[in-house]
């Protein structure tokens, strides 16, 4: 899970090496609960394990012995805490589990994603994809690796061969705007809109859309995408740079993805909300 980082300030690289071991050192116990764990349904109508508990106190109580200061905010966070106010320059943004329904049912396509924002920004994501046994990880200006390789996002045209990452199910009204993706392109629904997001980084798709991604679902793919040359572009209000944070912050919805991937979305949703970067 090693790769050399360019030059870069020193907090940064320290945060980013931190990053990685408190992820790798999840790893085996990510395994060993897979499939296994029993599960719950919270208010949301979302799963959660004991796993996604744990690593996710793991993860923190490793980080804050090296970055006290730092700010730390997880999927998990207690929904009756009040709205966290994030004041320092350096925050963590964890999903423990992403994909917790298909983790639960010993389905393969779930990942720890973990992400570090600067200034309300995501520099880094590292997400540690169950399927492939592999850490994706990397930020503007710093590289993206898929694994030990150097990865990008894709530079051909939509066609008949292109895949599309979408979450549903999808609303009446989001379902029409969608149409034509929906009759015309390949679809994909992983169950992790992590590993969407993190696959259209890599190349693996061309694009990922979700209208239903939190914050902590898309924190770490945000800066895997933008170091693998990808565009991102909200379908409603912008999160980043994040300034509040609380479990029961409202979806993101968005669209990301090639350069291509985004033109054709921005043809087919003409006249909508759109605000890129």
Request: with cysteine; charged share 20%.
């Given at each position: 899970?090693t790769n050399?980082?360019?030059t870069?300030?020193?907090?940064?690289?320290?945060?980013?090496?931190?990053g990685?071991?408190?992820?790798?050192?999840?790893?085996?116990?990510?395994?060993?609960q897979?499939?296994?764990?029993?599960?719950?349904?919270?208010?949301?109508d979302?799963r959660?394990?004991?796993?996604d508990?744990?690593?996710?106190?793991k993860?923190?109580?490793?980080?804050?012995?090296?970055?006290?200061?730092?700010?730390?905010?997880?999927?998990?966070s207690?929904?009756l805490d009040?709205?966290q106010?994030?004041?320092?320059?350096?925050a963590w943004?964890?999903?423990?589990?992403?994909?917790?329904?298909?983790?639960?049912?010993?389905?393969p396509i779930?990942?720890?994603?973990?992400?570090?924002?600067?200034?309300?920004?995501?520099?880094?994501?590292?997400?540690?994809?169950m399927?492939?046994k592999?850490?994706?990880?990397g930020g503007?200006?710093?590289g993206?690796?898929d694994?030990?390789?150097?990865a990008?996002v894709?530079?051909?045209p939509?066609?008949?061969?292109?895949l599309?990452g979408?979450?549903?199910?999808?609303?009446?009204?989001d379902?029409e705007?969608?149409r034509?993706l929906?009759?015309?392109r390949?679809?994909r629904?992983l169950?992790s809109?992590?590993?969407n997001?993190a696959?259209?980084?890599?190349?693996?798709?061309?694009?990922?859309i979700d209208?239903?991604?939190?914050?902590?679902?898309l924190?770490?793919?945000?800066?895997l995408l933008?170091?693998?040359?990808?565009?991102f572009?909200?379908?409603?209000?912008?999160?980043?740079?994040?300034?509040?944070?609380?479990?029961?912050?409202?979806?993101a919805?968005f669209?990301?993805?090639?350069?291509?991937?985004?033109q054709?979305m921005?043809?087919?949703?003409s006249?909508?909300?759109?605000?890129g970067?």
């Open positions: 899970m050399s980082l360019p870069v300030d020193k907090q940064l690289k320290h945060r980013i090496n931190a990685q071991v408190a992820v790798a050192n999840q790893v085996d116990f990510f395994h060993r897979f499939g296994e764990v029993q599960s719950d349904w919270k208010e949301d979302t959660v394990t004991f796993a508990f744990a690593i996710s106190e993860i923190f109580a490793e980080l804050r012995k090296s970055f006290p200061k730092d700010d730390f905010c997880s999927e998990e207690n929904p009040e709205v106010e994030l004041q320092a320059r350096y943004v964890l999903d423990p589990i992403d994909g917790t329904n298909n983790y639960a049912l010993g389905i779930c990942a720890i994603s973990l992400a570090l924002l600067k200034n309300g920004l995501p520099v880094y994501g590292l997400l540690y994809d399927s492939r592999i850490l994706i990880k503007p200006g710093l993206l690796y694994g030990r390789a150097s990008r894709k530079s051909s939509v066609d008949s061969q292109s599309v979408l979450h549903f199910p999808l609303k009446p009204e379902y705007r969608l034509p929906l009759t015309e390949r679809i629904s169950g809109g992590a590993l997001l696959y259209a980084a890599v190349g693996r798709l061309d694009g990922a209208y239903k991604v939190k914050v902590w679902d924190a770490a793919g945000y800066a933008l170091a693998g040359g990808g565009e572009h909200y379908l409603g209000k912008p999160v980043f740079p994040l300034k509040k944070f609380h479990p029961r912050l409202p979806p919805p669209y990301a993805g090639s350069s291509c991937f985004c054709y921005q043809g087919m949703l006249g909508g909300p759109n605000e970067v």
